[in-house]
């Protein structure tokens, strides 16, 4: 069976320092992959996805980047934090191909920058 | 205008009640429906999906798509405490990697 995995789980960073959140997923080869952010009682903000290795597209100008160095593991990146990028971010994997199932959340990853 | 609108709540009802979740949308070009289910401090999990029109029934839980109206609902009959999270509704076109958009949210607490 296909599992995700993000951590960490929680994460207090100050201000201008760098960020790296990890997202893997097994039991699936090729998926797409995607970061998510939200915010307190607001929805889900597309940060980033990608089709394939080297393959992200970004949805949002802003202080993050993502990268993508195997086939299912995605990095998203910032190398200096600002109070803004606090919030609750989510790594979820989908099923490439001409039927759309849905995507699978990961358990997320709480971040606060002081 | 959003692409699709969720009432953000919250939602409040006595334990056992008939729960109504709905989203309407503007694009018709979406032809999958989804809803999630979000606990507090977790990742939403795909609680029912549906492709194209009609309903889809999985025990309490029911979806109905109104493509004609461009309106989509979840059901929840029996509703228990652990039903409160909040509820998600996603949808997307043509698949196979298209972006899902998702409504906001709406927060369902349900009380004993």
């Known amino acids: 069976s296909q599992t995700i995995h993000q951590w960490p789980a929680t994460l207090v960073q100050p201000v201008g320092s760098p960020l790296s959140l990890e997202c893997t997923v097994e039991g699936t080869s090729n998926p797409n992959l995607y970061w998510y952010r939200q915010a307190a009682g607001r929805g889900l903000q597309l940060l980033f996805y990608s089709i394939g290795i080297d393959q992200i597209s970004s949805e949002v100008p802003q202080n993050l980047s993502a990268s993508r160095p195997q086939d299912r593991q995605f990095i998203l990146s910032s190398k200096k934090l600002l109070l803004s990028d606090s919030g609750f971010y989510l790594c979820a994997w989908s099923v490439g191909g001409v039927v759309d199932y849905g995507y699978t959340f990961g358990s997320g990853t709480r971040l606060t920058v002081v | 205008q959003k692409e699709v609108e969720q009432d953000p709540g919250p939602l409040s009802v006595p334990e056992g009640a008939i729960v109504s979740l709905n989203c309407t949308y503007s694009?018709?070009?979406?032809?999958?429906f989804m809803w999630y289910r979000q606990y507090s401090r977790k990742g939403p999990e795909l609680l029912m999906y549906t492709y194209s029109s009609g309903n889809k029934e999985d025990g309490r839980f029911t979806a109905q798509v109104d493509k004609s109206s461009k309106y989509i609902s979840l059901f929840i009959r029996d509703s228990q405490p652990s039903d409160s999270a909040t509820y998600l509704c996603?949808?997307?076109?043509?698949?196979?990697?298209?972006?899902?958009?998702f409504g906001t949210g709406t927060q369902l607490k349900v009380e004993l």
């Open positions: 996603a949808m997307s076109g043509t698949g196979g990697g298209n972006k899902l958009t």
């Open positions: 694009n018709s070009a979406f032809q999958y």
